[in-house]
C-alpha cells in the first residue's frame, strides 16, 4: 500500500499551489464583493494546463487522470472556490462526454479549445422544477430536417452567458422517459439562446450562475452527442468523475480555512496567553484537522481506484458526501477560533463559510449521495462481495 503522491504530482502540486496563492488568491476577496466571470486569472489557468488534465493529449490535453485532477483542484479550491468550480465544470462533464461519446469530428472541433483553456464549458441539465430528479426535465428537442429545434429553460448554470460551450440535456421522446434524452452542444450565439441575470446566491460570486433559455434554437445534427436518446444515460454515468471533483473543491475550501485557524490560534492573546492554550480552542483544531485528512483520503482513493479502471460511483459518492459535509464542519469551526473577526468581511473566514455551503448541494445534494451510496450497498450484499469492481466486470 502506498500512500504517497508519485514524484510527478508532488512537483505539478508545487507547481499549481504557488500559482494559486500568488494569482488567485489575491483577487478571491475582491471578486467576492465585486463579482464578475475572472477571466484574467482563468487565462493564467489555461496557460498551465488547468483545463485539460484528463483529456487525451491528442486532443490538446494532458492526458493525466482523475487523481491529478484532484490534487490540483484542491490547490486551486484552496485559493478560491469560485476558480475551482468554473475548472471542475469546464474540465469535467463537457470534456469527459465529447471525449466518450463525440464524433472525430466533435472531439476535432471543441476538445482543443476546452482543454486549452480559450473556452469555457457548461453543463446544462437542472431546470427550475428537476433538480434532483434531473429526469423529469422538460427541454424538448423537436426532429426539424437536418437536426434539432431546443425549447425549454435550464437553471443554475454555472458559467451561463460566460461559458462559450453548453453540453444540453433535453428530451426528444418524452414518453421515453431518461431513455428519450439527449445530449446536444450549443455554441455560444447561437439563435434562440438566452441568458438570465446572475443569481444573487450565499456565495462562490464569481462562478456567475445563470438560467439559459432556448426557443427555437436550431442544432445541427452535428450537434447531437452520442446516440439519440443516450444523454441521459452518459452524463448519469460521468458523473463519478464530477462528484470527486467537488470533494477536492471541498478539501481545498477546509484546508484554507483550517490553515487559517491554525496560525490565527497560534497569534491571538487571550487571558495572557496565546489562544491555542485553550482545549476549547484545540480540540476543535484536532478535530478539523483529522476530518480533513479523512476527507482528502476518501478524495484521493476515490481518484487512485478510478484512474485503475474501477467503478467508483460508491466511493466517488462517499468522498463527495464526507468531503463536502467536512468542508461545512470545518469552515464553521475555523470561524469560531476567530471569534468576532471570523464574522467581520476583512477576513476571508466568513467567504470560506459561505463558499463552502453549496458543495453539499450541487452534483447532487447530501441525500442524494447517501441514496446512491445505499443502492451501492445493496448491490454489493447482492453480488456476494464487498469493495469496487472493474468497470469492465
Ligand atoms: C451554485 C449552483 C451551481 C449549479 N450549477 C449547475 C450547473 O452548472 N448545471 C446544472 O445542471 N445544475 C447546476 N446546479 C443545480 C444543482 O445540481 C441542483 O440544485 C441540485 O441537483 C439539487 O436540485 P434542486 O436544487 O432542484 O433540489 P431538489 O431536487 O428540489 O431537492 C430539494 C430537497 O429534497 C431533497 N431530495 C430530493 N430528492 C430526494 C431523494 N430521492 N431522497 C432524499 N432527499 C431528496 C434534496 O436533497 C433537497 O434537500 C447548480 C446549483 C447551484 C446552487
Redesign the pocket.
Known amino acids: 500500500m502506498e500512500f504517497a503522491l508519485p514524484e510527478e504530482l508532488l512537483a505539478m502540486q508545487r507547481t499549481v499551489r504557488a500559482f494559486a496563492q500568488s494569482e488567485i488568491a489575491p483577487v478571491a476577496a475582491e471578486l467576492d464583493r465585486d463579482p464578475r466571470f475572472p477571466w484574467p486569472t482563468l487565462r493564467r489557468m489555461g496557460e498551465l494546463g488547468l483545463f485539460g488534465l484528463t483529456t487525451p493529449e491528442e486532443h490538446g490535453g494532458a492526458g493525466l487522470g482523475s487523481l491529478a485532477s484532484a490534487v490540483t483542484l484542491e490547490e486551486v479550491a484552496a485559493a478560491d472556490a469560485s476558480h475551482a468550480t468554473i475548472m471542475s465544470?469546464t474540465s469535467g462533464l463537457p470534456q469527459t462526454l465529447l471525449v466518450q461519446a463525440g464524433s472525430r469530428e466533435q472531439r476535432e472541433r471543441w476538445l482543443p479549445r476546452l482543454a486549452s483553456g480559450s473556452w469555457i464549458g457548461?453543463?446544462?441539465?437542472?431546470e427550475a422544477h428537476?433538480?434532483?430528479?434531473?429526469a423529469a426535465l422538460r427541454t424538448r428537442a423537436r426532429k426539424v430536417p437536418g437536426g434539432f429545434e431546443l425549447d425549454g429553460s435550464?437553471?443554475?448554470?454555472?458559467?451561463g452567458g460566460e461559458a462559450h460551450l453548453y453540453i444540453v440535456l433535453a428530451s426528444s421522446d418524452p414518453a421515453a422517459g431518461a431513455r428519450g434524452i439527449s445530449a446536444f452542444v450549443v455554441e455560444l450565439g447561437q439563435e434562440g439562446m438566452s441568458f438570465g441575470a446572475p443569481e444573487a446566491?450565499l456565495g462562490?460570486h464569481a462562478?456567475v450562475?445563470t438560467s439559459v433559455t432556448f426557443e427555437g434554437c436550431f442544432v445541427g445534427d452535428d450537434q447531437r452527442l452520442g446516440a439519440e436518446g443516450q444523454g441521459f444515460v452518459m452524463a448519469m454515468s460521468s458523473l463519478d468523475g464530477a462528484r470527486i471533483g467537488i470533494a477536492a473543491q471541498s478539501v481545498g475550501i477546509a484546508r484554507a480555512a483550517f490553515d487559517a485557524a491554525l496560525a490565527y490560534a497560534d497569534e491571538r492573546q487571550a487571558f495572557g496567553v496565546s489562544v491555542r492554550e485553550f482545549q476549547g480552542v484545540s480540540f476543535p483544531l484536532a478535530d478539523m484537522a483529522t476530518r480533513l485528512e479523512a476527507a482528502r483520503l476518501l478524495t484521493l482513493r476515490a481518484a487512485w481506484l478510478r484512474d485503475r479502471g474501477y467503478r467508483v460511483t460508491k466511493e466517488a459518492s462517499m468522498a463527495k458526501l464526507y468531503a463536502s459535509e467536512t468542508a461545512a464542519f470545518v469552515t464553521d469551526a475555523a470561524l469560531q477560533v476567530f471569534g468576532a473577526y471570523g464574522y467581520s468581511r476583512d477576513y476571508p473566514l466568513e467567504r470560506y463559510y459561505r463558499d463552502a455551503r453549496?458543495t453539499r448541494?450541487?452534483?447532487?445534494?447530501?441525500?442524494?449521495q447517501r441514496?446512491v451510496i445505499g443502492r451501492q450497498l445493496y448491490r454489493e450484499l447482492e453480488r456476494g462481495s464487498r469493495g469496487p469492481v472493474l468497470a469492465d466486470e
Open positions: 465544470v457548461a453543463f446544462c441539465l437542472s428537476a433538480g434532483s430528479d434531473a435550464k437553471a443554475w448554470i454555472t458559467g446566491k462562490q462562478a450562475t453549496v448541494i450541487y452534483e447532487g445534494t447530501s441525500e442524494i441514496v
